[in-house]
């Protein structure tokens, strides 16, 4: 699995877009990348994957650079209750994910 | 959503005995159960594959034989940790796959050996 990097922590205004960045130079092409975030003591939650093309979901929007080496999670609307660790992972599609440290984004009022 | 849920939510136990944790899908079948571990302010480390039917395949490192994973339905999957020490407390967290893209999380097993 390719290796991600991100910032180690983030901070947004409550309301205010939060886009939060990871590079994954090396992914290989079957790779996908995907998102997950993990609220203080609970499990992660899936939050949105993509292979090439931008997604959308409900949650957040996903925008993968062209050459794939790098992609930014985007939540329009950040609140409070977004505040948690964001996990960018690139994989493939055994399932097996291979978590980094993340980055923590903290939602300020 | 699909729901994963584990049990117990936090156990304590002595040194040198086995505990149990189990993992279900509430609401799906999942073919394959993962089980991770979190040490405190550090991030998930994948422990074991598991698919229903067959062996778990362990990651480097892990100790197959101290980690005993048994899958034997569709919907549960349970984790024995063998002669329990203190080094293995930890955050021990499920998923289970709905599909290859979509991990459900269980909520998590605190496990003190004292």
């Known amino acids: 699995d390719a290796k991600t990097t991100q910032p180690t922590s983030m901070d947004c205004a409550e309301g205010r877009a939060a886009n939060l960045p990871c590079n994954h130079s090396t992914i290989s092409g079957n790779e996908y990348v995907y998102w997950y975030r993990q609220i203080h003591s609970q499990g992660p939650q899936y939050i949105i994957h993509g292979l090439k093309n931008n997604e959308t979901n409900e949650m957040a929007s996903l925008i993968i650079t062209e050459d794939r080496k790098s992609s930014t999670l985007i939540l ?3 609140t409070l209750r977004d505040t948690a660790v964001y996990y960018c992972i690139a994989g493939g599609s055994q399932g097996n994910l291979i978590f980094g440290k993340g980055t923590k984004l903290s939602v300020k009022p | 959503g699909a ?26 079948q999942a073919t394959t159960m993962f089980w991770y571990r979190q040490f405190p302010k550090q991030s998930l480390m994948l422990m074991a594959t598991s698919n229903e039917g067959s062996k778990a395949t362990y990651e480097q490192g892990v100790e197959k034989d101290k980690f005993l994973i048994n899958h034997a339905s569709l919907t549960l999957s349970t984790l024995t940790v063998t002669s329990a020490h203190p080094e293995d407390s930890s955050f021990y967290i499920c998923s289970a796959s709905l599909a290859f893209y979509e991990q459900y999380f269980g909520p998590g097993t605190r496990l003190t050996v004292t």
């Open chain 1, 76 to 78: 329009p609307h950040a």
């Open chain 2, 3 to 28: 729901v994963v849920s584990q049990h117990p939510s936090r156990v304590i136990c002595k040194s040198g005995t086995s505990v149990k944790i189990e993992c279900r899908s509430l609401d799906f």
